[in-house]
């Protein structure tokens, strides 16, 4: 017979919204545009936490551009808190992806242009 605790996951997946904008300048971008992205991050950082659905993980620059990252347990939810500061930056182009699951390469995900 079959225990229903060990068939059930340790935990509900961890779902993502990765947000991607193109950078002037080295690839880095310049020094307004790396502060403008620092302080948006710290605001939706702030109302993600505010609204308990999840974190605001990080950015990383590079390559002409910019990603900032985040994770909860509920893409939609979190990208929904996310997505009037994620369009506060004049950045283009600039894009969304909507992650449910961890990564993989099966994960289900959509993309939202900002």
């Known amino acids: 017979m079959q225990d ?15 947000a991607r904008f193109h ?3 080295d690839d880095f971008g310049e020094p307004d ?16 936490v505010a609204a308990g659905v999840g974190e605001v993980d990080g950015n990383e620059f590079g390559g002409g551009e910019v990603a900032i990252y985040a994770c909860g347990p509920d893409a939609k939810a979190l990208f929904q808190v996310m997505e009037p500061g994620l369009r506060m930056l004049p ?12 990564p993989g390469d099966d994960v ?3 993309r939202v242009e900002l």
Do not use: M, N, Q, W
Request: proline share 6%; charged share 30%.
């Open 4 to 18: 229903k605790l060990f068939d059930s996951p340790d935990e509900t997946p961890e779902h993502s919204v990765i």
């Open 23 to 25: 950078l002037g300048g």
């Open 33 to 48: 545009e790396r502060s403008l992205v620092f302080e948006v991050e710290r605001c939706i950082g702030a109302a993600v």
């Open 91 to 102: 950045f283009r182009p600039a894009h969304a992806v909507l992650r449910y699951g961890e």
């Open 108 to 110: 289900a995900s959509d």
